[in-house]
């Protein structure tokens, strides 16, 4: 694969044999995500320093003349990086799957919880930020007690998540010691 490390599977020595799907799709994903990031970054030389031939720089131009007008990029690159986005979604998901499928019934149990309350705290941290920037944005914010007010719950609320997702990660790994 143009000399780059091959993914290695997710749980090789899982037994379940439910699990062999999941991991050819999230070996073919990891390929797909792997490939998009290579065309993604993909960086051209820039031809600088003793490198330029100054014949071809003409006046009153920014840049190299090559002859012919410089070409409008004609896609724009947003459709590429939300398939980017996506592909890291899926790979992320798939590989709580795999954790879940090999993990025994009490540990799967636990990184179903886990997985839930990290998915709740992703979520309510967005609403507040948005939240919190509908707030700051009004010129009359320190009079809004009732927006104050929810802000507070919301951020109780993500710590109160906050500490369940520590008291889940702790009960897992004294399972795993068990």
């Known amino acids: 694969m143009n000399g780059a490390e091959e993914p290695k599977p997710l749980a090789g020595d899982c037994d379940n044999p439910g699990a062999e799907g999941s991991k050819r799709d999230l070996l073919v994903a990891q390929r797909e ?70 993990s025994s019934p009490e540990d799967a149990r636990i990184h179903e919880k886990l997985d839930l309350a990290e998915q709740e705290l992703n979520l309510l941290q967005r609403e507040f930020v948005l939240d919190q920037a509908a707030y700051y944005s009004r010129t009359n914010y320190a009079q809004d007690s009732a927006g104050k007010a929810r802000l507070y719950a919301e951020l109780h609320q993500t710590e109160n998540l906050k ?8 009960e897992l790994a004294k399972t795993k010691v068990n």
């Open 33 to 102: 995500r792997d490939q998009l990031r290579r065309e993604l970054s993909y960086q051209p030389v820039v031809i600088s320093g003793g490198n330029v031939d100054l014949r071809n720089f003409k006046p009153g131009y920014s840049g190299l003349y090559l002859g012919a007008p410089p070409m409008l990029e004609t896609s724009s690159p947003v459709p590429a990086r939300v398939t980017a986005v996506s592909l890291d979604e899926k790979v992320a998901s798939l590989k709580r799957a795999l954790i879940i499928a090999c």
């Open 163 to 170: 500490s369940e997702i520590e008291r889940l990660k702790s």
